[in-house]
């Protein structure tokens, strides 16, 4: 009986003894978990800002594209429209002669 009873003491007062070092460690532990949550969502924001900013540069770069093959495409109608003018220009120089 008395080594049961010292038993459930000893036990109590090791629960007591230990309890608050559980705590603050379990504390710490959830601390250390949300802190790599939090740095895992930065780093995620951080890598769709990235992909984000690489998409908006590579739509500007395309626009200037076609905005650059637009300008050749009216440059070269532009040339040819003159051509044309100029053979008409000709020909009708010719038959007035």
Do not use: C, G, Y
Request: hydrophobic content about 40%.
């Amino acid at each position: 009986m008395k080594r049961q009873f010292f038993t459930a003491l000893f036990l109590t007062v090791a629960t007591v003894a230990v309890a608050p070092s559980a705590s603050a460690a379990e504390s710490k532990a959830v601390e250390n978990i949300q802190a790599t949550r939090l740095e895992h969502l930065d780093t995620q924001t951080k890598s769709i800002k990235d992909i984000q900013a690489t998409r908006l540069e590579f739509l500007d770069n395309q626009s200037k594209a076609v905005d650059d093959i637009q300008a050749t495409r009216l440059e070269f109608l532009n040339n040819q429209t003159k051509a044309v003018n100029d053979i008409q220009a000709t020909r009708l120089e010719h038959l007035d002669t």
